[in-house]
């Protein structure tokens, strides 16, 4: 019987450690191939010969060097980085504030306010209605002088309905007493937010501010729509608009370089992970917290 | 206002062994009584909580709930030559619906709504048949891994795609699958992956050479396995978490009991995370209409795929005007739109009713 016992369990160990493993060379495979054709000469990529290292006969970095000499590149980038800054920012803003005030039980019109919030959730008015709200909004904001399509873009992109409940439940589990001591010192509002709610649920806040940042440093599609100058164009359009250049052909003609089209765009797309990929072993752990603290509410 | 029941609002004080009112309580009732110049006063004595309210209201209110009114152009006939505010649209009553319903004067339109609407339900319900149980299987083999540092690092790696961007995760997949190169310079087969296919005997050569983004027998292959690569990991941590917390006293029960792997399996792990299983599940078909239309639109090809690719949202983006080129029709791609998300809001509630019975958990 005991020795029944350790075969079966043996063999779901081995089965379970190699799927994994294979599970997980998977996952990063992709990102393996885009570094080594990136750096691999034309012949090697051209011809695909290139599996998982990069052909070292015929090492160049000069695809990533013209792409590092290209001014676009650069807007782009900085346009992204913009972006992700301050609609972090007044996302974190918007929904801080508003949690804290729906996590009261003293509001007034608690449900309605909820409900008015998961409704979101529920129905979407679609794609086409939004686009023609966004247009609606676009001509009002350059009537009282806004013109730069990126603050639209920041204003009324990128909230969601489920961070703002993930910190509106973190906010409730902070005791009262606490908050209760420090009205008796002498605490305004704001100054029990600041000083006791948010040290008190820096994890949850962190983990929603990083969710806002992830989704405003990979939004694509509404600033492909909202922004028209190609100046503005945030990293992920640029990077869309090389791939699409490239399936049309207008990439290839007149190629002459000693790195092949697909290179260049394999190198792009490398830039545009790099930032995502170095403080991922940082922020892993707070993703994991965040899926956990969901918005399952017993 | 909502009745309250008694015990909501009378305390007991045990140090005391008397019974008090809820002040809060206390101070509803009193609204209540007097309602709306209470209301008023309460407000304006604590204005600054309200005033915390105004943003985000603000942002809803402008950016996802004016939308709806202007979804209400599904019941009008817009101007096809430019974009017009709903409230300069000629009413049309419901004849966007009949159009795309039954057809009339252009049935083409129709059967691209029909094909589209089955399509969005087709993606997401292969997406639960053959996504919805990898992440399961996935958390299973973490729980097998008893090295606390390799469990990390696998877990690590199989969530990294997540948090890629769509158009990263499309332009690789384009990348990955291309087309061949037809002028005799360069590999005639296309994409790495296209190459192990031929290999494999998966697909024939000139399957590789024309593209498998250009045919639509693959695409809804390509959507799920890509799914599945972006998010199984990801999404194994809910399930994972919910096996790490039985207690290993039960392992033990059933093994002195003489149970193999298998009958652990079925006996032990599998009842414990069944809750959490049925509570994703029911997400799962609550969303089933709900397909993110920014990974089709960016994998689809519009020559080639759309009897397999095109979705509800896709339908609407290239007849409403957006996009450009072609002619626009907002009030047909709302009206398309509007019967989508009436359909899936109507499986959300009812999914959520559905958990809210089962389990006594309510996922809102």
């Known amino acids: 019987m005991k020795r029944k016992l350790e075969i079966s369990e043996l063999i779901f160990k081995i089965i379970s450690y190699t799927l994994l493993i294979i599970f997980a060379l998977c996952c990063l495979y992709p990102f393996l191939y885009a570094i080594s054709s ?154 029990v937010l600041t000083k006791v709610y948010i040290p008190m649920s820096k994890s949850t806040i962190a983990t929603v501010a990083l969710l806002f940042a992830i989704s405003r440093w990979n939004g694509y599609f509404w600033a492909r729509q909202m922004i028209d100058n190609p100046n503005e164009y945030p990293l992920q359009v640029f990077l869309r608009n090389q791939v699409e250049n490239f399936q049309d052909g207008e990439f290839t003609q007149g190629w002459n370089r000693v790195y092949a089209p697909d290179s260049a765009i394999y190198a792009l797309v490398v830039c545009s992970i790099i930032p995502i990929l170095i403080i991922y072993p940082f922020i892993q752990k707070y993703f994991a917290k965040g899926v956990n603290v969901g918005g399952v509410k017993e | 206002m909502m009745k309250a029941k008694a015990a909501d609002f009378i305390l007991y004080d045990q140090a005391t062994g008397t019974y008090r009112i809820d002040p809060e309580q206390a101070v509803r009732d009193d609204v209540e009584k007097h309602h709306w110049l209470h209301v008023g006063r309460t407000v304006l004595k604590d204005w600054r909580l309200y005033l915390m309210l105004v943003p985000m209201l603000l942002v809803f209110l402008l950016w996802r709930y004016l939308p709806m009114y202007e979804l209400l152009g599904c019941f009008k006939v817009g101007d096809p030559a430019r974009v017009v505010p709903v409230n300069d649209q000629a009413f049309a009553g419901f004849s966007n619906f009949k159009l795309l319903l039954t057809g009339g004067n252009d049935m083409r339109m129709s059967y691209e709504f029909w094909q589209a609407m089955r399509n969005t339900f087709l993606l997401s319900f292969y997406g639960l048949c053959f996504g919805f149980p990898m992440p399961i299987i996935l958390a299973l083999f973490f729980n097998e891994v008893r090295s606390n540092a390799a469990r990390s690092v696998l877990q690590v790696l199989t969530y990294i795609p997540k948090f890629m961007s769509t158009v990263v995760m499309t332009s690789l997949i384009i990348m990955l699958v291309k087309e061949g190169s037809t002028t005799g310079t360069g590999n005639e087969l296309g994409g790495v992956i296209s190459q192990l296919m031929v290999k494999l005997g998966m697909i024939s050569r000139d399957t590789a050479s024309t593209g498998l983004l250009r045919e639509p027998a693959f695409f809804r292959t390509i959507y799920q396995v890509s799914g599945i690569w972006e998010s199984a990991g990801y999404d194994s941590i809910v399930f994972f978490s919910a096996i790490i917390a039985i207690s290993p006293t039960s392992y033990e029960a059933a093994q002195i009991d003489g149970a193999n792997k298998w009958a652990q399996m079925r006996y032990v792990v599998l009842p414990s995370i069944l809750s959490t299983v049925v509570i994703m599940l029911i997400t799962r078909i609550g969303h089933l209409l709900m397909v993110g239309y920014e990974k089709v639109l960016l994998l689809y090809d519009v020559d080639n795929t759309l009897t397999t690719a095109d979705v509800v949202s896709t339908f609407a983006y290239r007849n409403g005007g957006m996009g450009g080129g072609g002619e626009s029709n907002p009030g047909l791609a709302s009206a398309a739109e509007m019967m989508n998300n009436v359909v899936g809001m109507l499986l959300v509630i009812g999914a959520n009713t559905i958990a809210r019975k089962a389990t006594n958990t309510s996922l809102y």
């Open chain 1, 38 to 191: 990136a750096i691999s000469g034309e012949h090697a990529v051209e011809y695909g010969e290139i599996v998982l290292l990069p052909d070292f006969k015929s090492l160049q970095f000069e695809a990533f060097g013209d792409m590092f000499s290209n001014n676009d590149f650069w807007n782009s980038y900085s346009n992204t980085l913009f972006l992700t800054l301050y609609g972090t920012l007044w996302s974190m803003l918007t929904a801080i504030l508003g949690a804290y005030a729906l996590s009261k039980k003293r509001l007034l019109f608690r449900k309605s306010f909820n409900f008015f919030l998961v409704f979101t959730m529920w129905f979407s008015a679609g794609i086409v209605p939004q686009y023609l709200n966004y247009i609606a909004t676009s001509s009002v904001f350059e009537a009282i002088g806004i013109t730069d399509d990126k603050w639209l873009v920041v204003i009324a992109m990128g909230m969601a309905a489920m961070n703002i409940i993930l910190l509106r439940n973190a906010f409730e589990g902070v005791p009262s007493e606490i908050e209760e001591a420090a009205i008796v010192d002498g605490a305004t509002e704001m100054q």
